[in-house]
Nanobody, 123 residues
């Protein structure tokens, strides 16, 4: 069982930056690939970024590539999403998720989810 708690969301102007953190508790954080997803009102939840458990390889959706960076610190049981050059279309609830696999980091399903943190980007 893994518990995930996101923090760092908020309101920012377009072009600004936010840093989301996800603190994990439970067993063997390093055994999980980690992902960030987001869901805007009226839209489906979509993949944003992921990091593979075995080798730390990172994955990004085309819409955030070059602007967002995912990283993890296994010693601190934390995964970070650094978001730069934010756009109004990045507005959504952002979710941290854990998957007990190296396969399919960019897609559902994931095994555990946080409660989400709101990110709002004003124009």
């Amino acid at each position: 069982q893994v518990q995930l708690v996101e923090s760092g969301g908020g309101l920012v102007q377009a072009g600004g930056s936010l840093r989301l953190s996800c603190a994990a508790s439970g067993r063997a954080f390093s055994s999980y690939s980690m992902g960030w997803f987001r869901q805007a009102p009226g839209k489906e939840r979509e993949f944003v970024a992921g990091i593979r458990r075995s080798d730390g390889k990172t994955f990004y959706s085309d819409s955030v590539k070059g602007r967002f960076t995912i990283s993890r610190d296994n010693a601190k049981n934390t995964v970070i999403l650094q978001m730069n050059s934010l756009k109004p279309e990045d507005t959504a609830v952002y979710y941290c998720a854990a998957k007990y696999s190296d396969i399919g980091v960019i897609q559902l399903p994931y095994d555990y989810w946080g409660q989400g943190t709101q990110v709002t980007v004003s124009s």
